[in-house]
């Protein structure tokens, strides 16, 4: 079946560091890949996403780029800010399927 | 503004005790999902459905029912026979589905058990 791994949390940074925060993928199809983000106590909100082979999502200094060879979707900011403490989750969706399959989520301390 | 509502924000049951958790959605959209988080863990799918009346099992929906009378609306009960029912609960709504399709969350019921 479908798969996402993330690196493990949490990853401690300060502010104005890069961050990579790295997901790689299992797809029996060809899937369409996302990054949400979750702030404490509140929902998911969809942060980027990329529906085929080398799109880049992008969004709030975010990026990430959809790699097909070697199956996967890391997550890079050039300068992080406090604000940007969250818990980050890799999903993908197979083709025209509706259902989302979630990575473990990566907790992400910037401090100032 | 269009978005998704879940209530209550915090729920507490006593053992043996069956929940309702709502989720309301003014997104106009035909898919609707019931989500499980425990801490320091993924989202698991409980329950989703693709229109109105009709519903499938995700992948842990022992324990859960739902219902989907109305496009906007579908209510997750926790029944008693879910062994170990304390965990946040996330509900979404997608569209007309495709690769592109994106699915919204609302902000989470934290369902407690005493």
């Known amino acids: 079946g479908d798969s996402v791994t993330q690196m493990e949390g949490p990853v401690t940074l300060s502010e104005e560091a890069f961050l990579t925060i790295n997901c790689t993928y299992t797809?029996?199809?060809?899937?369409?890949l996302f990054w949400y983000v979750q702030y404490p106590g509140e929902g998911l909100q969809l942060l980027l996403k990329?529906?085929?082979?080398?799109d880049k999502g992008s969004n709030k200094g975010f990026e990430a780029t959809y790699r097909k060879e070697t199956t996967s979707f890391h997550l890079e900011k050039g300068s992080v800010q406090v604000s940007d403490s969250a818990v980050y989750f890799c999903?993908?969706?197979?083709?025209?399927?509706?259902?989302?399959?979630f990575g473990s989520g990566t907790q992400l301390t910037v401090l100032p | 503004d269009g978005g998704i509502t879940q209530s209550p924000k915090y729920l507490f049951r006593k053992e043996g005790q069956n929940v309702t958790l709502s989720c309301e959605q003014n997104?106009?959209?035909?898919?609707m999902y019931w989500y499980r988080q425990d801490p320091g863990q993924g989202l698991r799918l409980i329950y989703y459905?693709?229109?109105?009346?009709?519903?499938q099992k995700g992948d842990i929906a022992e324990g859960y029912s739902v219902s989907r009378e109305k496009k906007e609306s579908f209510p997750l009960t926790v029944t008693s026979a879910q062994k170990n029912p304390t965990a946040f609960y996330l509900c979404?709504?997608?569209?007309?589905?495709?690769?592109?399709?994106?699915?919204?969350f609302g902000p989470g019921t934290r369902l407690t058990v005493l």
């Open positions: 979404a709504s997608s569209g007309r589905g495709g690769r592109a399709d994106t699915q919204y």
């Open positions: 797809a029996t199809g060809y899937p369409s």
């Open positions: 990329a529906t085929k082979a080398d």
């Open positions: 999903a993908l969706k197979e083709g025209s399927a509706r259902q989302l399959t």
């Open positions: 997104l106009n959209h035909d898919a």
């Open positions: 459905s693709q229109i109105v009346n009709d519903f």
